[in-house]
């Protein structure tokens, strides 16, 4: 009687700890990523260039409403230029959008014409290096629109992406990607092609090419 107490009693330790373990797996799986270094960071805080950045409630709860709408409608352009720091969307001749972004400062924005490629409402971005205090981890970083040509790889990762890390917009303030603010980005991330089928991710194929993007001009030396 008493070995089989003893037999109950570390089987029901045994399973205690192996719960415990599965419950630790899942908290950090859920709430934390990998860093360059490979330590975990919380998924619900970022650093860009030493400073925490918190991931704004609507971000990180995967929750906010949609603002915009695909029309579908019309042949649709981009054009991005970096001396003044101001995007403009048009359709067809008719300017749809004007809005301020932020360009590479640490590394130039690339300039040329591109094509939308993939798209991805959620994704985690970091580099830098914290020596040279330019070091970034931004969970989260919310409508992305990654963009590439024949010169410029798709590995590259340029992108065109809504911020919620800084707020000083018509000034260069990023690593190379084009810094929006996130409403603006969301706005932009549903008007263009391709049309958003996928809860995260949507790729450009033949028959929704991704929308061209012109990128002129040289940024200022701040």
């Given at each position: 009687?008493?070995?089989s107490?003893?037999?109950?009693n570390?089987f029901?330790t045994l399973l205690?700890?192996?719960?415990i ?6 908290l950090?799986?859920q ?9 975990y960071?919380?998924?619900k ?6 400073k ?12 906010k ?21 101001t ?12 809005f301020?972004?932020s ?11 591109f ?9 985690k971005m ?8 330019t ?14 040509n ?7 990762g340029?992108g065109?992406?809504?911020t ?10 990023s690593?190379g ?10 706005t ?9 089928l996928?809860?995260n991710t949507t790729y450009?194929s033949?028959?929704?090419p991704?929308t061209p993007?012109t990128?002129y001009g040289?940024?200022?030396?701040e």
């Open positions: 009687m008493k070995k107490s003893q037999k109950k570390s029901i205690s700890s192996f719960l373990l599965s419950l630790a797996t899942i950090i799986s709430s934390y990523t990998k860093n360059l270094s490979g330590k960071e919380s998924a805080e970022g650093n860009f260039l030493g925490i950045v918190s991931v704004p409630p609507e971000i990180k709860d995967n929750n409403a949609v603002l915009a709408e695909y029309t579908g409608n019309g042949n649709k352009h981009i054009y991005i230029d970096l001396s003044k720091q995007l403009y969307a048009y359709e067809d001749d008719h300017l749809v959008y004007t301020l972004i360009s590479g400062k640490w590394y130039p924005t690339p300039t040329g014409d094509n939308i490629w993939i798209k991805v409402k959620y994704t970091s580099g830098g290096n914290p020596n040279t205090n070091y970034y981890y931004l969970p989260n970083v919310p409508y992305v629109m990654y963009f590439s024949d010169q410029i790889a798709q590995s590259r340029f065109l992406h809504g919620y890390w800084h707020e000083n917009f018509g000034h260069p303030m690593h990607c084009v810094n929006m603010r996130t409403a603006d980005a969301e932009l991330y549903y008007w263009t092609n391709p049309k958003v996928a809860k450009a033949k028959d929704d991704g993007i990128i040289e940024a200022p030396k």
